[in-house]
């Protein structure tokens, strides 16, 4: 897929993010306007507004559908400035472009599902001109997402780009749904032509949240943000907490520090350099390390022991977490690499044992 097009929007100030903003649901005629207007008045220039709304449970605000585009295509007309709207389905995307939508995204749920994925590409393959973003999919998993993203690549389309809205976890955690940077990380490392916007709404579901959210995406080389901005957050009809007015949305991005992620300075490579040999010397250490353990899987085999021993496990871990706050380094993740190379010990002693496998 590396003929992959970079979206180009208009009126963006290049070496800015791209901000796409506007609220979570277009909820009525003068609600789109007037957010729409506040947003044009602080130099935001692409508009996003769910019309179709994809509930957890029946009976919410499921959107006001169609009649909603005319909405967004008033403020097109308007103020000049790119719409943006979430379809789900063949229709949806039929009604959207015929309004004439400039930007259409495909949501979390939609993206975790392959026939919805394939039948919006092949409408699509109607109107391969569209600029396309793919949301990541609810549960983690970059293939999928990739895949969703295929589909539409192999249907003609090419101006495509991902939305990185974090991913669905059980539970109450501070995150509505956790960020998993490594995920859309990856994503860059796969498709590197491919424009990545964050979601710090959906993946914060609080206010509060959107400007370090915002910042932690700049810091990483994302290319925009896509946020979602009401004129009265209070009285929203869907996704309340995560809202906020355009004048505030204008202050959190106006804070942004966005860092040259391009040039490299001198003093960086020698830093680099640094990093790359202790990398190496970790490398070599563990792997003389797993070897030891195998030595005491075979002594454990010999002498008919289990290979799991709670009590070792249990001051392993604590003194090298110990060790470890001692050198000035957090506990929590002291505790998660011991773990991990544990994890490791036991699975190599366990093929030892099981499959009488030599040292
Ligand atoms: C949205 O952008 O309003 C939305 C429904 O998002 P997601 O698909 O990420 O849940
Ligand atoms: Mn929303």
């Not at 000049?80 to 949501?107: C, D, F, P, Q, R």
């Not at 929203?236 to 949305?249: F, G, H, I, M, R």
């Not at 009590?311 to 977490?321: E, F, G, I, K, Y």
Request: with cysteine.
């Amino acid at each position: 897929m590396n003929d992959i097009e970079k979206i180009v929007f208009k009126n963006i100030e290049p070496g800015r993010p791209i901000i796409i903003a506007g609220p979570c649901s277009a909820e009525s005629r003068e609600q789109v306007l007037t957010t729409a207007a506040e947003l044009y008045k602080y130099g935001i220039r692409i508009f996003r507004a769910g019309v179709w709304k994809p509930r957890t449970k029946p009976g919410g605000f499921e959107g006001v559908g169609i009649q909603a585009l005319e909405w967004l295509a008033k403020v097109k007309e308007q103020y000049g400035m790119e719409i943006a709207t979430e379809v789900a389905n063949a229709s949806h995307v039929e009604a959207a472009i015929k309004a004439g939508i400039n930007l259409i995204w495909i949501g979390a749920r939609t993206s975790a599902n392959p026939f919805a994925m394939q039948e919006i590409a092949n409408c699509l393959r109607n109107y391969k001109d569209i600029s396309v973003l793919v949301k990541n999919p609810i549960n983690p998993d970059l293939e999928l997402w990739i895949g969703s993203i295929e589909r539409l690549y192999n249907a003609g389309i090419r101006k495509l780009g991902a939305i990185h809205r974090g991913f669905s976890v059980y539970g109450q955690h501070m995150y509505r749904n956790m960020p998993q940077w490594h995920i859309p990380i990856e994503l860059r490392r796969r498709l590197p032509q491919l424009q990545i916007f964050t979601d710090p709404s959906h993946i914060g579901g609080r206010r509060e949240l959107i400007a370090p959210i915002s910042q932690q995406s700049m810091d990483m080389g994302f290319d925009g943000l896509i946020i979602e901005s009401h004129c009265n957050p209070e009285m929203a009809l869907s996704d309340k907490a995560q809202q906020v007015t355009p004048e505030v949305l204008n202050s959190i991005i106006n804070t942004l520090v966005i860092r040259d992620n391009v040039q490299t300075t001198e003093n960086l490579n020698t830093l680099r350099q640094q990093i790359d040999q202790i990398d190496n010397d970790l490398l070599e250490i563990l792997s003389k390390r797993m070897q030891i353990s195998k030595e005491i899987g075979q002594y454990k085999k010999e002498h008919n022991l289990t290979v799991f021993q709670a009590r070792r496990h249990d001051d392993v871990l604590r003194s090298r977490v110990q060790y470890g706050v001692n050198m000035g380094m957090d506990g929590d993740f002291v505790k998660a690499v011991y773990q991990a190379i544990h994890e490791e010990s036991v699975r190599l002693q366990m093929n030892i044992i099981n499959n009488n496998n030599s040292i």
